[in-house]
């Protein structure tokens, strides 16, 4: 057949080869790609951050040797920044970085989305509304408007929420192994800053989340007087409780002196029980979730096998 259509065996035999070859390396390749993209926007992210804390260190000191902004000219300045974000504002900016969002001007998009959007999707139902054949009544005009203005303002939150519990679930996830490679490299003998950029640099491909939180931390401990105030940030930008949990232990095992290693222990183990608990909850509550489907779509079926023979068998024992 493909003879007669000008196409030899041979030639059919070299382009299949071909293409089979083509398919193997690009199934070959497309994972060391992936894998080098992931470590290059992981140490973007890093590398960011350390040029980020280097200007703020250098502005810090700039601010130090000069004598134009006087002490108490300064807590004023700090105060009225304060005022003028105002305690939504740092909810907002917290939120952002628990859902991975780090640009400065996020939490402004954010409110501006979030008054915006309402008259937007009030203008999108006006338009379906007057386009229509037949309009609705009045009260149901102002129902369609009322829960579009609802909709355009929950939106926004829905979606970073459902966002931030994303990151969350990934970070408690891959938080119980990363804990166990940390406690490995400080039993080893290694500093604590050079074990987070270490386990950092292991799991990107595992976790990139993790990892780029992780990173960020090693750049913030090793760039910052303060550990306890990177560990802090840490456990605020992460959110999830593995990562509050793990920065308090360090903060506790610091400040009184007790072992890293026996609290990065306790921890892991901690993790291991909590996920283990929540594993046995959903496997106890697997049981009441089917209840409801197999009433719906095996009884009947089964009430049909049984059911239809005896009446065929009725039916033809009566002439029927």
Do not use: W
Not at 72 to 80: H, L
Not at 83 to 96: L, N
Not at 110 to 122: K, S
Not at 217 to 244: K, P, T
Request: aromatic share 6%.
């Amino acid at each position: 057949m493909f003879e007669s259509a000008g196409i030899s065996n041979e030639t059919l035999v070299i382009f299949v080869s071909a293409v089979t070859a083509m398919l193997s390396f690009v199934a070959f390749a497309l994972p060391l790609l992936n894998r080098n993209q992931k470590k290059e926007h992981f140490q973007s992210v890093i590398e960011r951050r350390r040029k980020d804390l280097f200007a703020q260190t250098r502005a810090e000191i700039a601010q130090k040797g000069t004598k134009t902004m006087t002490a108490s000219e300064s807590v004023a300045a700090s105060y009225k920044v304060k005022k003028m974000m105002g305690e939504m504002g740092e909810k907002v900016r917290d939120q952002m970085l628990m859902a991975g969002i780090r640009s400065p001007t996020a939490p402004m998009k954010y409110m501006i989305a979030r008054i915006v959007l309402p008259f937007f999707a009030m203008g999108i139902a006006m338009v379906f509304i007057s386009a229509s054949d037949e309009p609705p009544g009045k009260i149901m005009v102002l129902l369609i408007l009322a829960l579009s203005v609802l909709v355009g303002y929950f939106l926004p939150r829905i979606l970073l929420k459902n966002q931030i519990v994303k990151r969350a679930q990934e970070i408690n996830l891959a938080f119980s192994d990363a804990l166990d490679l940390m406690l490995i490299c400080v039993q080893g003998g290694i500093g604590l800053e050079q074990t987070v950029q270490r386990i950092a640099e292991e799991i990107s491909e595992h976790s990139p989340i993790l990892a780029e939180e992780l990173g960020i931390l090693s750049a913030e401990m090793a760039m910052l007087n303060d550990r306890r105030a990177a560990l802090q940030d840490f456990a605020r930008r992460v959110g999830s409780g593995a990562a509050r949990n793990f920065a308090t232990a360090l903060i506790q095992a610091e400040q009184y002196g007790t072992s890293v290693s026996q609290a990065m222990r306790v921890i892991s183990m901690d993790l291991r029980e909590e996920r283990m608990a929540k594993a046995e909850q959903k496997a106890a509550s697997l049981p009441p979730k089917l209840t409801v489907p197999m009433i719906a779509f095996f009884l009947p079926v089964l009430f049909v096998i049984i059911l239809v023979p005896t009446i065929i068998k009725a039916t033809a024992a009566t002439g029927g």
